[in-house]
């Protein structure tokens, strides 16, 4: 799982970048991979329209769609295993008395 900076840090980075310092030297400082910066460098220019792409805003929406999906899909097997469980706690050992 890749590590997770937290969007402050980015700006600074990012800045830093702006600023004109080279993006191997900040990276090195500040132990981060050129390709990272690079990435979040292309994701601002994206974020603030100067570049053409898909925004971050725009992006989050399918992925959170897709991350309920994936939880109401998953919900019907929850609710027939508990069932199964409960049943087979409850049934009686000789099986069912005759009703009278």
């Known amino acids: 799982m890749p590590r997770s900076y ?3 840090f980015r700006r600074r980075v990012l800045d830093l970048v702006a600023s004109g310092r080279k993006v191997a030297e900040v990276a ?4 981060v991979s ?3 910066i690079y990435n979040w460098r292309r994701r601002h220019l994206i974020d603030t329209g100067q570049i053409p792409g898909t ?3 725009d992006q989050a929406e399918p992925a959170a769609a897709r991350k309920r999906i994936a ?3 998953t919900e019907p097997a929850i609710h027939r295993r508990a069932a199964e469980l409960l049943g087979e706690a409850t049934r009686p050992k000789g099986g ?3 009703s009278a």
């Open 71 to 73: 939880e109401l899909e």
């Open 28 to 31: 090195q400082l500040l132990g």
């Open 96 to 98: 069912t008395k005759p």
């Open 55 to 57: 925004t971050s805003s």
């Open 6 to 8: 937290p969007p402050e």
């Open 34 to 36: 050129d390709q990272t």
